[in-house]
């Protein structure tokens, strides 16, 4: 097949004077050519397409592909992630991971947690705050937990997020809101063990890859895997292997992460995270349908290589369940 690959380049946006948080989920170009190497090495032909405009250029120019492998996630608005798709669509050039549907809705954390909770699967109670006085109308139980509703890679997640009185609540809503442009969400904190569980497949295919816990580490920002906590993963974090046949709270957290990326209905591969509460029992927290796939620092590929898949074979596992859609198109155009 020959395969487009759409992606934003943190350099680029850096350049233009975009900050490193603001660019903090963009991607390296040691990612994209790893990608790259290993579609060549799975037969394929390659194109690097670029970000979204650079994808409009490139569609105007008559450009089209067999297939696109879609890591771009965009840079405006709460349905960026699922402006690379929803072009696409408009084209009818299958690729891969979920549709815009699913990107724009998993990366509203309040409304993904209204449809995981309609599916049965447990998640902290929320509340969204949309002004500072919002804040005061929050009627949660302490500890609570508050970020961004719209962020990812730990964005805007502090030591400050965890609220134990209070009063503290409204300032801090305030500088989310002031620095984020966009809601709070507000939830019950739960202090029990984290999880990340990964997920390949699509629908009835879907299956766990593997999970891990994230343990942190002395020095580390306590109780939160927050952006400082992941930017500086290697000395202030450490992810163990989950083993489902020995824990049952890891077998729990598994089977709940494969029920949700089923009810949301994502597609080819994804990360889900939980946490436990005081019981033990593992609560839905978000779902990333666009997983980072740096080789070696991105937590889908470090869960694949602690079950022995390679990062090709990772690879080739996404674009064999893209490539589904691939031949479904082609069978329904005769």
């Not at 991971?97 to 990366?107: C, E, G, K, R």
């Not at 509703?149 to 500088?175: D, F, M, N, V, W």
């Not at 029990?192 to 699509?202: A, I, Q």
Request: hydrophobic fraction near 40%; charge should be negative.
């Amino acid at each position: 097949m020959l395969v487009g690959l759409t992606y934003d380049l943190r350099a680029d946006y850096l350049a233009a004077g975009y900050g490193e948080e603001q660019t903090a989920e963009f991607d390296r170009p040691d990612t994209i050519q790893a990608i790259d190497a290993a579609l060549r090495q799975l037969g394929h032909e390659t194109e690097q397409i670029g970000n979204a405009r650079q994808l409009v250029g490139r569609l105007a120019a008559g450009g089209c592909w067999d297939l696109v492998f879609n890591i771009a996630e965009g840079l405006h608005g709460i349905g960026r992630e699922a402006q690379v798709p929803a072009i696409l669509d408009v084209y009818q050039i299958p690729y891969t991971f979920s549709d815009p549907l699913v990107l724009a809705l998993a990366l509203h954390k309040g409304l993904t947690k209204v449809v995981v909770r309609s599916a049965g699967i447990p998640t902290p109670d929320f509340a969204l705050v949309e002004r500072p006085e919002d804040a005061d109308r929050v009627d949660l139980p302490l500890p609570l937990f508050a970020k961004p509703l719209a962020e990812g890679t730990g964005k805007g997640i502090t030591a400050a997020s965890k609220i134990r009185q209070r009063a503290a609540l409204r300032p801090i809503c305030g500088e989310l809101l002031a620095r984020y442009s966009q809601p709070v969400l507000v939830e019950t904190f739960l202090p029990g063990r984290e999880f990340t569980v990964g997920v390949l497949g699509t629908g009835a295919d879907a299956r766990v890859l593997a999970s891990m816990e994230v343990l942190l580490l002395p020095g580390a920002e306590a109780d939160v895997y927050s952006y400082a906590n992941k930017e500086q993963s290697e000395e202030h974090c450490q992810y163990r292997l989950g083993r489902a046949d020995e824990d049952a709270e890891v077998r729990r957290a598994e089977q709940l992460a494969l029920a949700a990326y089923r009810a949301l209905g994502c597609r080819d591969a994804g990360r889900v995270d939980l946490r436990s509460d005081a019981q033990g029992q593992p609560n839905f927290l978000e779902i990333n349908p666009l997983a980072g796939l740096h080789p070696q620092h991105s937590d889908l590929p470090i869960l694949a290589g602690m079950v022995g898949v390679s990062y090709r074979e990772l690879i080739e596992r996404i674009v064999r369940s893209a490539a589904q859609r691939v031949q479904q198109r082609q069978a329904a155009a005769g």
